[in-house]
Each structure stands twice: as structure tokens, then as C-alpha cells.
């Protein structure tokens, strides 16, 4: 398959599609493919296949959607799709700093500066939403269900501009 993929690139072709069986490995191809061409997307149907890919391939990373993440705003448990920055037109005290990076919006881990950043677990002052969001801005293979990436693409113009789009359940 590996093969098969390089000749239709160097055919010029655009959009290649593999159908294969249960068990055959192409979540390992699409990571093959990704790492061979030092950046790309996943997108998966399910959270669970995101969670699958992440098991896998744990230089892989991943950012959910925001009602996967509770706000530190809030006192209630609310998750972040009720948070500061979406109910106070993304102003958040929570969101990390910027800095300027690949993508200048969000900062990435190995620039920004020890205020934000402590390390795997993040800062416990700071939103989890957006530090996994700066991650895998500026991380090489990122996996994404499709609703969050036809959503960030389209309406927040971030995830975008990558190499490698590779739709695991396409059909889906």
C-alpha cells in the first residue's frame, strides 16, 4: 500500500483512496504517510478512534472539542463551550499567552515561557482546551474527529494549510 501511495504522489495525484479490512494497518500507513510528509491531519468518525490513534502513535496529538473540557472560569463544572471565551467573545484570563509561532495565535510549548507552561500537565491556572489547542496547532500529526475540524477550518480558519488530510471511515 505504502508503495501504491508514492506512485500515485509522483503521478501528481490529488486524492487517493484505500479500502482495506479490519486489522490491515492503515492507521499505521496514515501515520507513515504523515510522518513521511512531516505534517498532516486525521480525521476520524469517532472520539474513541481519535483515543485508538493516540494509543498508538503517542507522538500523535489531538484537541477535542471545548464541552470535553471544563472551564476554570467557572464555579459550576460548566465545560468550556459555556466558558469566558466563548460567552465573552474569546477573552479569557485562562488562555495562554501568545507568542510567534507557525501559528501566531496560539503559542507553542517549546517557545513559550515557564509562566504558562509547567510542563505535561499544564499549568493548573490555565485552560486545557487551549493548551491542547496550541499543541497541536504546532505539532506535526494531529487527529481530529470531523465535526471539530470542518468547524475550526471553515469558521475559526485554524487547522488548515497542512500537506496530509487523511479521512479514517470516510464514508462516515
Known amino acids: 500500500m ?5 506512485q500515485a504522489i509522483k503521478q501528481g495525484k490529488k486524492y487517493i483512496l484505500i479500502q482495506a479490512p479490519t486489522g490491515v494497518g492503515k492507521s499505521a500507513i496514515a501515520y507513515t504517510v ?23 502513535f503517542p507522538d500523535l496529538l489531538t484537541v477535542k472539542g471545548r464541552p470535553n473540557y471544563i ?4 464555579d459550576d463544572g460548566k465545560t468550556c463551550d459555556l466558558g469566558a471565551c466563548v460567552v ?5 484570563s485562562r ?3 501568545t507568542k510567534e509561532t507557525k ?51 471553515n469558521f475559526a480558519g485554524d487547522f488548515v494549510e497542512r500537506k496530509i488530510l487523511i479521512s479514517d471511515e470516510g464514508h462516515k
Open 103 to 153: 501559528y501566531p495565535a496560539y503559542y507553542s510549548e517549546r517557545d513559550h515561557c515557564t509562566k504558562y507552561w509547567t510542563g505535561p500537565t499544564g499549568d493548573p491556572e490555565r485552560c486545557e482546551y487551549w493548551i491542547d489547542k496550541a499543541k497541536a496547532l504546532n505539532n506535526f500529526g494531529v487527529v481530529h474527529n470531523y465535526q471539530y475540524l470542518r468547524h475550526k477550518a
Open 2 to 6: 505504502i508503495t501504491g501511495i508514492e
Open 88 to 92: 465573552q467573545e474569546l477573552t479569557c
Open 34 to 56: 504523515m510522518k513521511y510528509f512531516g505534517e498532516g491531519y486525521v480525521c476520524t468518525a469517532t472520539i474513541s478512534l481519535q483515543d485508538q490513534y493516540l494509543a498508538d
Open 95 to 97: 488562555k495562554p499567552g
Open 71 to 74: 472551564c476554570k472560569t467557572r
